[in-house]
């Protein structure tokens, strides 16, 4: 397997996407939040000191998206046309994070996706850790990315 941002001396560069076609792309990622029931309870409530803890994470995750080419070295800036960040309450302890983005372009979206599910587990964090420091942020992943010459990739449920 040939590793695209590595050229032929080894050393690492930005991928030349000026030959590819222009299509439709789409990559959701998740990130996950466990905390102390207490803690939930209180995001739930909006009981926060800091304020709206899944609408601020929300903001985090978009305006992530939109910065990931200044975080990663190699990714592309691109004109990003739609960013989706949900939550889903799992039980009485973790919070999923899913990410949507869309694009029309060269190259994919999944860094991006990941990157903005990151970020707003990471304000999650934040927002909360004066009432648990014991947080912990867990298999943050690649659901699915759409367009491109490679087509289509889904998580298998193994992995």
Known sequence: MELSHVNEN?????????????????????????????????????????????????????????????????????????????????????????????TTGQTGVEMEALTGASVAALTIYDMCKAVDKGMTIEQTRLEMKEGGKSGTYRRSVDG
């Open 10 to 102: 080894g050393q690492a560069h930005m991928v030349d996407v000026t030959a590819k076609a222009v299509t439709n792309r789409r990559a959701t990622a998740v990130s996950f939040i466990r905390m102390k029931p207490e803690t939930l309870r209180l995001i739930r409530e909006n009981q926060i000191k800091k304020g709206d803890v899944l609408a601020t994470a929300r903001i985090a995750g978009i305006m992530a998206v939109k910065q990931t080419p200044e975080l990663i070295p190699l990714c592309h800036p691109l004109l990003i046309t739609s960013v989706t960040v949900d939550f889903e309450y799992q039980g009485e302890t973790t919070i999923k994070i899913m990410t949507e983005v869309r």
